[in-house]
């Protein structure tokens, strides 16, 4: 399911989050930020979509239907067009997290610009996403 709020020549933080109800609230809380938002709910959608286009950060949640968070993480830091993408891991599995970050360091690759634990303060993420650039 895609839900899309843009202003012309913006480009948005797409949320890939399968849970309707936290990704409503990633996207509210971007929104507080400043950011524009695009909500993914499924892993494969997610990727086809960054297939398209390259979006100004990603909140990517590590279990999805259709394709895992992590696989999505490595598949854009081996695509040139995604590898310097911000992407910050919201997640109620921390050591699955950590892997991830573990695997990108290993890699050589951009590791997650954050790892946020569920639940998570609403705070932190418009504090990041205010503090992108």
Do not use: C
């Not at 971007?30 to 499924?42: D, F, T």
């Not at 854009?76 to 921390?94: C, S």
């Not at 997650?112 to 504090?127: C, D, T, V």
Request: charged share 20%.
């Amino acid at each position: 399911m895609l839900f899309v709020w843009s202003l012309a020549g913006s480009v948005p933080i797409l949320v890939i989050e399968d849970e309707y109800d936290l990704a409503q609230i990633y996207s509210f809380a971007l929104q507080i930020a400043g950011r524009i938002v695009e909500i993914q709910q499924n892993g494969l959608a997610a990727w086809q979509r960054l297939q398209q286009v390259v979006p100004a950060a990603v909140v990517l949640d590590l279990h999805l239907p259709g394709l895992d968070g992590p696989e999505i993480f490595r598949r854009m830091r081996q695509d040139g067009k995604l590898r310097d993408v911000p992407v910050v891991i919201v997640t109620a599995d921390p050591p699955l997290a950590q892997e991830v970050f573990a695997e990108a360091q290993r890699l050589g690759a951009m590791p997650p610009a954050g790892i946020f634990s569920k639940p998570l303060e609403l705070e932190r993420l418009i504090q990041w996403g205010r503090g992108l650039g």
